[in-house]
Structures are given as C-alpha cells and as structure tokens.
C-alpha cells in the first residue's frame, strides 16, 4: 500500500516505511519495496510495526468525526498526563526528550513557532509560560517567522507545534531554527511525520488520529503539553515549590471531569446555535489567554460553518471594532476569569450598550453581575484561571459545530481546507 498518512492504513497489522524528501521506493508485486536516495543509490530503511486499530478512524455512534473528536477530549486530557507525574519531586517527567535536560534550568527565552489552531494554542501556551516561569516567551506564526530574518538569542528553547507534523511553513520555521543552532522541540500527533524526524525531540500529543479538519482534541492536547512544559520549567528553576507543583498537578487531574460536564451541556449550545443560526457576523472576546481562545473560537466556526467571526482582545475593542457593532452583531464574551473579571464585565456593558446580542460563557459565581445583562448564558464549571481556556474552547466547538449544522455544512471537509497543509 501507498499512502500520504500512516491512519489511512489503519486495521492492517504491517511495517511502514516513511521516505524522506527526494527517496524513491520500487514496490513490485511480492517482492520487498527497494528504496533509492536522491542520488539513485540503493539504501537501507527501517520500518515501523503499525497496528492502529480501526476504530480510531471510525465515526461509531457520531454523526461526524468533529464530533466524536470533541467529546474525546476527557480521554486525551487523562492520557496527556499518563506517566508524567513525578509525585516525589512534584514535577513533570520527559522520558521521551532525548537532549540534555539541562538546558531547562539554563534557557533565556522560548519561541514558539505554529499555523492556525496551533498557534492559538501556542499563543495560550506563551501567557502561561511567561507567567509560572519568568522565562520571556513568544509565539510566532510560522509563514511570518519563516521570512522577517528572526535573531534567536542564544540559550533559546524553539517549540514547533504542528498537529500534523507536515506543514510547510512549520517545517521552514524548525529549519530556520535549526540553522540558527537553537535547541527544537516538536509537539506533533503523528509519530514518523517530517516535523517529529526532523526536531531534537518530540512530545507526542497522544490524540488519536483526527480526521475532522478542523482541531479540536489536538488543540487540547497542545494546551496541556504547553502546561505540563509550564511545570517542568517552573520545578526546574524553582519558580514554584514542591506544594505549588503538587496543586499544580492537582488541577490538570480535575479537568476531565470538567470538560465532560461541558459535554453533558450540548443540548443547551445545540440550542443556542439554533436561535442564532442566521446572524452573519459574531465576535468573540476574551483578555488575558482567554484572548487567543477568542481568536480560536473565531476560526472554528469561520471554517466549518462560514460565518464571518472576529476573535478580539476585549480591551482594544474601543479603539475601532466597536463601530461595527448594533443589534445584528451578537457578541459571545468569555468570563471565566477571575483576576480581570471587572476588567471584562465593563467590555460586556460596552457592546451591550451598542445593542449587540450579548451570549456569555461563564462560571456560575459570575451569577448576578451578568444576569441582567446578557441575553444567553452557557455555563462552565469554574477551574483555576489558567486552565479555562479549556472548558471555554470546548463550548465553542461545539457551538462552531452546531452552527455548521444548522447551515448544512460539509462539517469534516470544509471547502476549500485540508487537513495537513504541505503548501505555501
Ligand atoms: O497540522 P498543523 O497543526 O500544523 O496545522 C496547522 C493549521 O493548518 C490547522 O490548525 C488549521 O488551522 C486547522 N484547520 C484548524 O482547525
């Protein structure tokens, strides 16, 4: 078999070969391929035994993959934990980097590189690190990073975050690093893809394959790389103690439930979706990383139901977008934090005030400052302000989802969108 992706060979106990860029394989019926590198001399090639079972590409009870996608997220947040508790020293163990660890107590800076939904989550990831670490932090998108001549100082851990491990502008943004000597680790979810051969080292985001083309669990994986990497760095430099670490740790262990008692709410988004379906224009806002989650939100429901989405810092909307916004423009507001939570409630008045729908997405002990004020509420249990970006996005996919539905939507192939983008 011949394929651009090891899931499409799911079901089938067999040895996979990956070719790099410019190999050749000669397959003859019964015979073992031959593999040739650039030059046309015949090479040696390990293969990888695969037993990917087939219902990890499978729909089963769902009607679309993106759905069954986003309800595997309790699943993916226990599995990106499974093993890496360090519970004698309160940290967050790596077997699989292969580099010297040192360089965790060492770096000067972090410079995360990523496309699309892996740069929301890259972006979230650089507010958290900046903020536990100390470390100066940044995300970059990689098909501007690849060309505006980036100096990476030196001691600089370079992140290349890509769900695929196959897009192009990724793959030059991890070159450009590595040309510049910087240390390159990847997150990816697919084992043997370019982005994981290529990197120093590479953390699997243990998804399971995501067909949909739009990220979601991968998104959520990412996330909780990004805050397990948090505590790695925070433990290592003893930014936090061993009791901060511990109740650190003790938070990403809740989240499962609470993402899944967002699921248990669909019927609620369902419907919220419906009462909204023909609104042409949303925006989506958020302060602090609960920004990047707007800008997240944006692009779901932009991609898969086409509907015109702006994901906004809600605190620079006074300095041009609130122009656009009357009775037709509903804006979906995220309170789900408690250090900017007045900062947040004074932008929900500002759009009330210019007569948009108002939708919040909140927790419940936000009750009485909001209830008058906006027109729908989703719910969301509460969690520590660094992690509700989380139960937050869940709720967008979903309404993302319904919207899509509600409009007859090619939900898993939107048009005009692939999954893994190996073009410029
Ligand atoms: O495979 P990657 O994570 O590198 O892909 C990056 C983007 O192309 C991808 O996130 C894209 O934005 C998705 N369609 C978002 O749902």
């Given at each position: 078999?011949?394929?651009?992706?090891?899931?499409?060979?799911?079901?089938?106990?067999?040895?996979?070969?990956?070719?790099?860029?410019?190999?050749?394989?000669?397959?003859?019926?019964?015979?073992?391929?031959?593999?040739?590198?650039?030059?046309?001399?015949?090479?040696?090639?390990?293969?990888?035994?695969?037993?990917?079972?087939?219902?990890?590409?499978?729909?089963?009870?769902?009607?679309?993959?993106?759905?069954?996608?986003?309800?595997?997220?309790?699943?993916?947040?226990?599995?990106?934990?499974?093993d890496?508790?360090?519970?004698?020293?309160?940290?967050?163990?790596?077997?699989?980097?292969?580099?010297?660890?040192?360089?965790?107590?060492?770096v000067?800076?972090?410079?995360?590189?990523?496309?699309?939904?892996?740069?929301?989550?890259?972006?979230?990831?650089?507010?958290?690190?900046?903020?536990?670490?100390?470390?100066?932090?940044?995300?970059?998108?990689?098909?501007e990073?690849?060309?505006?001549?980036?100096?990476?100082?030196?001691?600089?851990?370079?992140?290349?975050?890509?769900?695929?491990?196959?897009?192009?502008?990724?793959?030059?943004?991890?070159?450009?690093?590595?040309?510049?000597?910087?240390?390159?680790?990847?997150?990816?979810?697919?084992?043997?893809?370019t982005?994981?051969?290529?990197?120093?080292?590479?953390?699997?985001?243990?998804?399971?394959?995501e067909?949909?083309?739009?990220?979601?669990?991968?998104?959520?994986?990412?996330?909780?790389?990004?805050?397990?990497?948090?505590?790695?760095?925070?433990?290592?430099?003893s930014?936090?103690?061993?009791?901060?670490?511990?109740?650190?740790?003790?938070?990403?262990?809740?989240?499962?439930?609470?993402?899944?008692?967002?699921?248990?709410?669909?019927?609620?988004?369902?419907?919220?979706?419906?009462k909204?379906?023909?609104?042409?224009?949303?925006?989506?806002?958020?302060?602090?990383?609960?920004?990047?989650?707007?800008?997240?939100?944006?692009?779901?429901?932009?991609?898969?139901?086409?509907?015109?989405?702006?994901?906004?810092?809600?605190?620079?909307?006074?300095?041009?977008?609130?122009?656009?916004?009357?009775e037709?423009?509903?804006?979906?507001?995220?309170?789900?934090?408690?250090?900017?939570?007045?900062?947040?409630?004074?932008?929900?008045?500002?759009?009330?005030?210019?007569?948009?729908?108002?939708?919040?997405?909140?927790?419940?002990?936000?009750?009485?400052?909001?209830e008058?004020?906006v027109?729908?509420i989703?719910?969301?249990?509460?969690?520590?302000?660094?992690?509700?970006?989380?139960p937050?996005?869940?709720?967008?996919?979903?309404?993302?989802?319904?919207?899509?539905?509600?409009?007859?939507?090619?939900?898993?192939?939107?048009?005009?969108?692939?999954?893994?983008?190996?073009?410029?």
């Amino acid at each position: 078999f011949v394929a651009s992706d090891p899931s499409a060979l799911a079901g089938q106990e067999m040895e996979i070969f990956f070719l790099t860029n410019g190999e050749v394989a000669y397959l003859q019926r019964g015979k073992k391929p031959l593999f040739f590198n650039k030059k046309g001399i015949s090479i040696q090639k390990n293969g990888n035994f695969q037993n990917l079972p087939e219902s990890a590409i499978a729909k089963g009870k769902f009607e679309h993959f993106m759905l069954k996608e986003i309800f595997e997220q309790p699943r993916v947040i226990k599995d990106s934990l499974v093993d890496r508790y360090d519970e004698k020293n309160q940290t967050v163990c790596f077997p699989e980097i292969t580099f010297d660890q040192k360089i965790f107590q060492e770096v000067s800076n972090i410079l995360i590189i990523a496309c699309g939904t892996s740069w929301h989550a890259a972006y979230i990831g650089a507010y958290v690190l900046e903020q536990y670490t100390n470390i100066p932090t940044r995300a970059e998108i990689a098909s501007e990073f690849r060309y505006k001549h980036t100096v990476i100082a030196p001691k600089t851990l370079v992140i290349v975050m890509s769900q695929s491990g196959e897009t192009a502008d990724t793959i030059a943004g991890l070159r450009e690093a590595k040309r510049q000597k910087a240390v390159t680790l990847a997150f990816c979810n697919v084992k043997g893809s370019t982005i994981d051969r290529e990197a120093d080292s590479t953390l699997l985001l243990r998804a399971g394959p995501e067909v949909a083309v739009a990220s979601t669990k991968t998104f959520t994986a990412q996330v909780m790389l990004l805050l397990l990497l948090t505590l790695k760095l925070a433990r290592e430099r003893s930014v936090m103690n061993e009791e901060q670490g511990r109740l650190f740790f003790h938070k990403l262990y809740e989240l499962p439930e609470q993402v899944a008692e967002v699921l248990e709410n669909r019927d609620a988004i369902q419907a919220l979706a419906k009462k909204y379906a023909k609104k042409e224009d949303f925006f989506f806002l958020g302060r602090g990383l609960l920004y990047p989650t707007a800008l997240e939100a944006a692009l779901k429901i932009k991609e898969i139901a086409y509907i015109n989405a702006t994901g906004y810092p809600a605190g620079e909307m006074k300095h041009g977008p609130i122009a656009f916004l009357d009775e037709e423009v509903p804006v979906v507001i995220f309170l789900a934090s408690g250090s900017l939570h007045q900062k947040i409630m004074s932008n929900l008045m500002e759009s009330k005030a210019r007569k948009s729908p108002v939708i919040a997405i909140s927790w419940k002990q936000f009750e009485k400052d909001i209830e008058k004020h906006v027109d729908d509420i989703i719910w969301i249990p509460k969690t520590d302000d660094m992690l509700s970006c989380i139960p937050v996005t869940v709720v967008t996919q979903l309404f993302a989802y319904f919207m899509a539905k509600e409009r007859n939507r090619n939900i898993d192939q939107p048009r005009n969108l692939a999954k893994s983008v190996t073009v410029e």
